[in-house]
């Protein structure tokens, strides 16, 4: 997955400038929703509590959610529901945001001063200030929302602006801290130290460290009229680039032909996959390139449907179009590792496609889930009109059904008919880490709920606000 440039009128822009207190980088949704306009109350047979466990696990793995009410973390079965932090991450790409080891998140927010980055504790919520990445008032922005300034907030705010290295140490971080422009810095967590990598007319977005930790690629974009009565994201793509970590030497990448962000991934130490895109041929000729020499070696000539997903083994889910030229054709398809054609999965064409890690499978929106090999598929229990999938270790799905209005969540095990287990719009669903057998609601009221085998009725673990992401942590 990700992320797309926020469309933000301009009135909408400036009038959010002055009542928000917290802004943080733009987040890509892991599954599609429909908008609700009613008001949808969960109904529950019979909640049941328990004596809870008066501490956290000495180890993980740990479910952790997030949103406007802040950072939460529990046991496995929903235990000890702790708050973290009351910082609102329901903006942040919290995969990102989150350490390798889990105990640490990142996150960028506003001061009087500007935009801040700090560092929150897991568990403790123990905050610190990392460094302040951009002086611009709130006065500034709103009477110069086309400014240099304003040009640089919205590059930290509006995309991705952090990325662990693969062992921890380090955090890698885009900020104005010299200006004018965003540039690429990294933290040393150890001592402290924050170090400037790059220092160009660009505004820099989207880090991404190698596998190995030895490289961190970055896009470079700009901010060009005419903007009309909207700011709708960065207007041209300059370029990309890449800082070997070691000895700060910047390597000047093949530039994409596309104007958004193609990134599909790393798949190697050296090696990273990109594609091209425009208005006729929607997506094509993915490729790899070398960091170190910028070679481009084809992985596929034939065009496709906008995105594609990739698996942690280097698995390709995408959609074909059969009205461009050179088009795969018109369905779903999966390309495996060392693969040049791929597999037809569908006939149909879908149109999202996402990797959903929690889950280990894909999800084609609105057909089904495949397994990363092609030969497992989930369907949902509504066409449709089912979102939010969570598969867990056992095989157990679980989907939030939404018709009328009026949500619910329903339950399958294997070999079983489907089953409501939940009366309530779900804005988030996710199976425990360990067992595999509890399933986390994160309902559309705050509330978070645990639902256990064999009888999967929901149990009330606590209020944590509304929550739009839920992962695992080490």
């Not at 440039?5 to 802004?23: A, D, E, H, N, R």
């Not at 004596?51 to 956290?56: A, F, I, R, Y």
């Not at 302040?132 to 922005?141: C, G, K, P, V």
Request: hydrophobic residues 35%.
């Amino acid at each position: 997955m990700k992320n797309n440039p926020k469309i933000i009128p301009l009135m909408i822009l400036l009038t959010l400038s002055i009542s928000c207190s917290l802004f943080t980088p733009a987040m890509t949704a892991t599954s599609p929703a429909p908008s609700i306009s009613a008001t949808d109350t969960p109904h529950l047979s019979a909640p049941v509590t328990g004596s809870p466990p008066t501490s956290l696990n000495s180890t993980g793995p740990y479910p952790l959610f997030a949103g406007k009410g802040g950072l939460w973390i529990s046991n496995p079965d929903g235990s000890f529901l702790t708050q973290v932090s009351k910082l609102d991450f329901s903006g942040s790409d919290l995969r990102a945001a989150i350490s390798p080891k889990g105990n640490k998140a990142a996150l960028v927010v506003q001061s009087a001063q500007g935009l801040d980055l700090i560092e929150v504790t897991i568990p403790g919520g123990e905050t610190q200030t990392i460094t302040h990445l951009l002086d611009i008032s709130q006065d500034e922005l709103v009477n110069n929302p086309t400014g240099t300034k304003a040009f640089a907030y919205y590059a930290i705010t509006q995309y991705n602006s952090v990325a662990w290295s693969p062992d921890g140490s380090q955090l890698a971080f885009m900020g104005a801290i010299k200006g004018p422009t965003s540039d690429l810095y990294t933290y040393d967590v150890l001592s402290g130290k924050v170090t400037q990598l790059t220092d160009g007319p660009s505004q820099a977005i989207l880090p991404s460290w190698s596998l190995d930790g030895e490289y961190i690629l970055h896009y470079g974009v700009s901010w060009v009229p005419p903007f009309g009565g909207a700011i709708v994201g960065y207007t041209r793509m300059d370029g990309m680039w890449a800082v070997h970590v070691s000895d700060r030497k910047v390597l000047n990448e093949p530039k994409p032909k596309a104007l958004h962000d193609n990134f599909v991934g790393w798949q190697d130490n050296t090696h990273y996959m990109l594609y091209d895109s425009d208005d006729q041929c929607f997506s094509q000729n993915l490729r790899t390139v070398d960091v170190t020499t910028g070679k481009t070696t084809s992985v596929m000539d034939l065009s496709f449907y906008y995105g594609i997903a990739q698996s942690p083994d280097h698995s390709l889910l995408f959609a074909g179009s059969a009205g461009c030229a050179n088009s795969v054709g018109e369905g779903t398809f999966l390309l495996l590792p060392g693969q040049t054609k791929p597999t037809k999965l569908l006939d149909k064409k879908v149109y999202e496609v996402y990797w959903l890690p929690e889950s280990k499978v894909f999800q084609a929106y609105p057909e089904a889930l495949f397994s990363s090999d092609g030969q497992t598929r989930y369907d949902p229990p509504v066409y449709n009109k089912s979102f939010h999938p969570a598969i867990s270790r056992q095989g157990y799905q679980a989907w939030e059904v939404i018709e009328n209005q009026q949500g619910r969540v329903e339950l399958k095990t294997p070999n079983a008919d489907w089953k409501k287990v939940f009366d309530g719009l779900a804005n988030q669903l996710m199976w425990d880490p360990t067992n595999g057998d509890t399933l986390f609601i994160a309902s559309h009221d705050g509330s978070l709920y645990a639902a256990t085998a064999p009888d999967f009725s929901p149990h009330l673990m606590g209020k944590v606000g509304n929550v739009n992401q839920a992962i695992w942590l080490p």
